[in-house]
T-cell receptor
Framework: TQLLEQSPQFLSIQEGENLTVYCNSSSVFSSLQWYRQEPGEGPVLLVTVVTGGEVKKLKRLTFQFGDARKDSSLHITAAQPGDTGLYLC?????????????FGTGTRLTVIP | EADIYQTPRYLVIGTGKKITLECSQTMGHDKMYWYQQDPGMELHLIHYSYGVNSTEKGDLSSESTVSRIRTEHFPLTLESARPSHTSQYLC?????????????FGSGTQLSVL
């Protein structure tokens, strides 16, 4: 059983379009992180959300943590080819530490020029 | 930004060989981790360490072993590689005690066992 389900699994869009990807769970998390992984590289942290209902913006990326801290969404406005990559959410449960960090199934985004 | 290095980047070996995947970080982080990732899939934690001489197994059972003799170095060893070990192996580190801690990942080792 996967703790964190991400949807969609694959997404291919044209440059300039908007998109939203989701990270859902039935479990409550103390915080949730979003990473982007480009081909041939390791994941890079984009943002951490901590408070239920929290919204954070990173240029064209908007991250939201669900009120109940069980889910999160990532919205990209006017997608660019540089946004292409694997987006991973990771939920933290209990005390800080990667042994309590659970990664989602990932969304592979392709932005076509 | 990340000062964590993995070697080799790619490794193709035959079944039964012993291999060691290297991981080093220059950030002075106490915590280090090994994840296994199949193409386009989620990350599975296989080993972690909170400091020198500390190693623990992760959520995913693995036939590999790790050691942490120095803070900056966290090598992973497979005594006898098999085709089922073919995967991407990612090393990561983080700062002990940091709230909302951030994982820094290496570029990974893509292992293919024939």
């Amino acid at each position: 059983t996967q703790l964190l389900e991400q949807s969609p699994q694959f997404l291919s869009i044209q440059e300039g379009e908007n998109l939203t990807v989701y990270c859902n769970s039935s479990s409550v998390f103390s915080s949730l992180q979003w990473y982007r992984q480009e081909p041939g590289e390791g994941p890079v942290l984009l943002v951490t959300v901590v408070t239920g209902g929290e919204v954070k913006k990173l240029k064209r990326l908007t991250f939201q943590f669900g009120d109940a801290r069980k889910d999160s969404s990532l919205h990209i406005t006017a997608a660019q080819p540089g946004d292409t990559g694997l987006y991973l959410c990771a939920g933290a449960r209990g005390m800080a530490g990667a042994n309590n960090l659970f990664f989602g199934t990932g969304t592979r985004l392709t932005v076509i020029p | 930004e990340a000062d964590i290095y993995q070697t080799p980047r790619y490794l193709v070996i035959g079944t039964g060989k012993k291999i060691t995947l290297e991981c080093s970080q220059t950030m002075g982080h106490d915590k280090m981790y090994w994840y296994q990732q199949d193409p386009g899939m989620e990350l599975h934690l296989i080993h972690y360490s909170y400091g020198v001489n500390s190693t623990e197994k992760g959520d995913l059972s693995s036939e590999s072993t790790v050691s942490r003799i120095r803070t900056e170095h966290f090598p992973l060893t497979l005594e006898s590689a098999r085709p089922s070990h073919t995967s991407q192996y990612l090393c990561a580190s983080s700062k002990q005690g940091a709230t909302n801690e951030k994982l820094f990942f290496g570029s990974g080792t893509q292992l293919s066992v024939l």
